[in-house]
């Protein structure tokens, strides 16, 4: 499967639905933009459990970049394989500010369609 890395990527607004939103990218190979992430709060942007999720992603695929703008408010997720890498284990501390289930909902369903 070749992913086409030239397509225009899909556009979504705010933080809402996030991890289901990468795991879809993921699974469909097409590129997202997430913009105005919490805009209109005292604290802009992309929580820090939400970007320690997007480095687990990043540890787990193989070619995924992931960019986010100074302000955190606008995200660019270009997806790559779903492959952890010749079995090797992985080792990530999560932020504590969320449970072990955030991270696990999203590298269970991306588990399944890994190599």
Known sequence: MSIN???KPLEYFGHTYLR???VLSLYSGKSIVVKDIRANETNPGLASYEVDLLKLIEKITNGTEV???KTGTR???RPGI???GEGAPIEHNCDL???ITYYLECILLLGIFGK
Do not use: G, H, V
Request: proline share 0%; charged share 15%.
């Open 67 to 69: 960019n986010i703008n």
């Open 82 to 84: 779903i492959d952890a």
């Open 75 to 77: 995200l660019i997720m």
């Open 20 to 22: 289901q939103l990468i």
């Open 5 to 7: 890395q030239n397509s």
């Open 97 to 99: 500010k969320r449970s």
